[in-house]
């Protein structure tokens, strides 16, 4: 997807080069007013989630997150776009100093389970109404919808035991809410987060997601540990919590994933 010419006169673009960014968006680091930046663009349909995702930036750098800002969003002919201060990121990093800057979010309490408006995890629109029951928010806005959505992709589940949520009542934290290592890096300056799908919610919800898809090194939880311990009982909860994000993979990407969702329920039916 090549940017537009009314795009390119809109931001003052004066060059473009392809960049990585995921699967979703087409990315290009650009220059605009002699300064390096970081477009994502892709058809108008995406301009809420452009939306969301400023919205979602701006909330990490506001408790003390190291993120890029956002600079500009909106729609371009048929296009969204989304433009990101450029961040030069390198390879490896402190994983330690990144435990204790997510621990320093964590501790900023929210009035209430949610979030200020709906936004996305992956292409999958998220729902953030307030809520002040955390077991109650995790049933009806994560666990129902995303096993309504598998029926209606054909997979036949049934919803997971909510019992280890019972006597659970964790403060509101402020939550990355897609926290994989693909949404971690680092600069010379040290460990920045991106991409967020933020709420106020349990923040173990964060800390579970780390361990998917790879994980973080050893480090990054012991300094997590140290700065923000967590209570007893994660090692069955975070269970719970990665349904959530593999439900979601299982609708986005198909039944490769199902395998792993039924392991995990397992697991859950189990506990």
Request: proline fraction near 6%; hydrophobic fraction near 40%.
């Amino acid at each position: 997807m090549p940017i537009p010419a009314s795009l390119r006169a809109e931001l003052g673009i004066e060059n473009a080069a392809p960049a990585s960014g995921g699967c979703i968006h087409q990315c290009y680091r650009v220059r605009t007013g002699g300064a390096a930046r970081f477009l994502k663009l892709n058809d108008a349909r995406f301009a809420d989630a452009f939306a969301a995702e400023a919205d979602g930036l701006e909330a990490l750098r506001a408790a003390g997150v190291a993120a890029p800002a956002p600079l500009s969003h909106g729609v371009s002919g048929n296009h969204a776009y989304l433009l990101l201060e450029f961040l030069e990121l390198r390879a490896g990093g402190d994983f330690a100093a990144l435990g204790r800057m997510l621990a320093g979010a964590h501790r900023k309490a929210g009035p209430r389970f949610g979030w200020q408006r709906a936004n996305y995890i992956g292409t999958t629109p998220q729902a953030n109404g307030w809520c002040d029951s955390w077991a109650r928010f995790w049933l009806e806005q994560r666990m129902r919808p995303q096993i309504a959505l598998a029926k209606r992709n054909g997979f036949d589940l049934e919803g997971p035991p909510l019992a280890l949520l019972k006597n659970h009542h964790p403060q509101p934290s402020l939550l990355h809410g897609d926290l994989w290592s693909g949404n971690a890096g680092f600069t010379s300056a040290g460990p920045v987060l991106f991409d967020p799908a933020v709420y106020y919610g349990d923040r173990e919800a964060d800390l579970a997601m780390t361990e998917l898809f790879g994980g973080f090194p050893r480090e990054f939880y012991a300094a997590y540990e140290a700065a923000y311990p967590l209570e007893r009982g994660y090692e069955h909860r975070k269970h719970l919590y990665n349904l959530y994000h593999l439900l979601n993979h299982l609708n986005l990407f198909g039944g490769g994933y199902l395998s792993q969702v039924r392991a995990t329920l397992g697991l859950l039916l189990g506990s």
